[in-house]
């Protein structure tokens, strides 16, 4: 990451910081809330992302876990701290359960097996209608003033970017990169590929887990559809890609840029979100292929001056 | 007992015949089309409008829809193949998710908005008949066997004509069916146009049996990747067999849970496969 990208992702977060003390009421506060829950789901899934070039289409799982694991233990009884240290835990046993699935899988694969997940998550959380509250979801009452909630996730949003950071400049950041690139490759100089796979997988999941856990805190309520959602995952994944800058600035920038679309989306064209959402995709994607064969048509031109 | 298996048979038919063509996308193209379930939705959907103005049998209604359908694959080329066909294999595999997820998400709204939220059944009264004391309902019966002859058809395709040849020599070796003169982009046009028709007729015969909500475009979907998956990618035999015994599973697994486990069954076994065949380690 290039110096200015680095002072601009600071000063992005650090304004985020400030909105969330600022604003805590109201719709502006629910915006802020949304920008920065977003911001970590992106951010967190530009992990694996980025380095290891693995499309997951069910990130939301993690993030439907952390709410779940929160929700029970706060209708169990428990107060707000001892509930978020074991939602911590037992999302951090689900999402290993999760990753470790996962890790053997590769490119469309792992994709579909994420989405797959997803779905399973969703069924069964409806199925487990004692524990979960069924299709209808948890409500619990208020834990924490709305004021802590958003610190509270800005301040995840801020250990996740350092994540980010530090993970991509960590050995495992460079071994992961090395797997993208060739996984046989890797393995042949030693690189211990499924742990790359599980430790970068893993740093994903957690600040999605606890983006749940503070959604749930907040909202005071979650379903198994807007915990285990697509729409979610969607999200993460547009986040991440539409802003094609490296490292944290691309992440924070597009999920700025997505929060607001999503906002004009669900108020303007009611009925239609999904496929303004799939619209977008869908540019995401025709710009990948686009930008590739442009790029492709440069450098074919670059070596062989005849042809110009 | 027997009469879930029958049931099972019915229904792995269907599945057979989305699977197929869903197969057929990847084998060629390497291609994993999330929109086609939405196209067999989109059948249904326009064959339950038709249903309004003219009574046609769902087979005569697969011939006529025939060249609309071939239509609706070339156009999905042009959306989900086409603008990736120079990226690399995996690079080209996961755009093509991405972009043919778009297009899912996007029908799915269009359908919700076209025919509202209440599911799509275009069953027609049929004659019910004895078999050794068994209950065979007649439409069943013959939209299975239309169902294994569409089957059968396509594998002749495949196997017996220039364009079939075309599509296999394409799936096997790329470059090398362009140095004999196959024209991929055609070729491939083609092949997507062949399975969107398998999966238009999958969703005429889904609906006629079983009510299909204009939402379950990507339900249907990744029913038919598992299927994909197990059976095995880019041939014909491996899904139809595969969609047969998830017929099976789903009417014995609705037989012993309620509607949403037997979904969470179904999809455990797709995740449970995956890892266990490590698919990604083969491609």
């Given amino acids: 990451m290039k110096p200015w990208q680095m002072s601009f992702s600071i000063i992005i977060l650090t304004a985020l910081l400030l909105s969330s003390a600022v604003f805590s009421k109201g719709y502006v506060g629910i915006f802020v809330f949304s920008l920065i829950i977003n911001g970590t789901m992106a951010v967190s899934y530009d992990i694996p ?16 876990l952390g709410a779940y694991c929160f929700g029970i233990s706060i209708s169990k009884g428990l107060s707000f701290f001892p509930a978020v240290i074991l939602s911590v835990i037992l999302s951090f046993v689900g999402a290993l359960l999760v990753t470790l699935l996962m890790a053997g899988l590769k490119h469309g694969y792992y994709s579909l097996a994420t ?76 690189i211990p590929t499924r742990t790359v796979k599980i430790l970068c997988l893993m740093t994903a999941a957690i600040p999605a887990c606890m983006a749940g856990v503070l959604h749930l805190a907040r909202n005071s309520h979650v379903s ?85 | 007992m027997i009469q879930v298996l029958i049931s099972g048979l019915f229904l792995g038919g269907v599945y057979s015949l989305l699977a197929v063509g869903l197969s057929l996308a990847f084998g060629i193209m390497g291609v994993l089309n999330l929109a086609h379930g939405s196209m067999a939705v989109l059948a249904a959907i326009l064959y339950k409008k038709t249903l309004v103005l003219y009574p046609f049998s769902p087979w005569t209604f697969c011939v006529l829809a025939t060249p609309i359908f071939l239509g609706f694959g070339f156009l999905l080329h042009l959306i989900i193949v086409a603008p990736f066909r120079h990226l690399s294999l995996s690079a080209g595999v996961v755009a093509s998710l991405i972009a043919s997820l778009g297009v899912a998400l996007i029908l799915e709204d269009l359908f919700v908005w076209w025919q509202g939220w209440e599911p799509i059944s275009t069953y027609i009264t049929f004659p019910t008949f004895n078999l050794m004391g068994l209950k065979i309902p007649g439409l069943r019966a013959i939209l299975l066997g239309m169902a294994a002859v569409t089957i059968g058809l396509s594998t ?52 006629s049996l079983y009510p299909l909500g204009p939402r379950e475009g990507l339900d249907l979907t990744l029913k038919a990747l598992f299927i994909v998956v197990a059976g095995g990618m880019g041939n014909l035999r491996g899904p139809a067999v595969a969609g047969l015994a998830l017929g099976f599973i789903e009417s014995f697994a609705g037989v012993l849970f309620t509607y949403t486990s037997t979904d969470t069954v179904v999809y455990s076994l797709l995740v449970v496969y995956l890892v266990l065949k490590r698919g990604g380690r083969q491609q």
């Fill in chain 1, 115 to 190: 989405l797959g997940i997803l779905i399973i998550f969703q069924k069964l959380f409806e199925t487990l209608e004692s524990i979960t509250g069924g299709s209808a979801g948890l409500y619990i009452p208020e834990t924490i003033s709305k004021l802590h909630c958003n610190l509270l996730a800005a301040f995840l949003l801020l250990a996740t970017a350092a994540c980010h950071v530090l993970f991509s400049r960590s050995r495992w950041g460079l071994y992961s990169k090395e797997t993208e690139a060739s996984e046989e490759a890797a393995e042949a100089i030693g």
């Fill in chain 2, 156 to 207: 002749l395709f495949l196997k017996k004509t220039d364009p079939g040849r075309s599509m296999r020599a394409l799936a096997q070796d790329k470059e090398a069916a362009s140095l004999y003169g196959i024209n991929p982009v055609f070729t491939s046009m083609g092949a997507l146009g062949l399975a969107t028709i398998l999966a238009g007729v999958a969703g005429i015969f889904y609906s």
């Fill in chain 1, 224 to 308: 198994p559809v807007s915990g285990f959602s697509l729409t979610l995952s969607i999200t993460a994944l547009l986040a991440s890609r539409v802003v094609p800058l490296r490292g944290i600035l691309g992440p924070l920038i597009g999920a700025l840029l997505i929060t607001a679309a999503e906002e004009v989306i669900w108020t303007k064209f009611e009925g239609f979100n999904q496929a303004w959402f799939g619209l977008i995709l869908l540019g995401a994607a025709l710009y990948q292929g686009i930008n590739f064969k442009r790029r492709k048509t440069i450098s074919a031109a670059a070596e062989n001056p005849l042809s110009r």
């Fill in chain 1, 49 to 64: 992302g980025r380095s290891l070039g693995l499309i997951s289409l069910g990130h939301a799982v993690f993030f439907g």
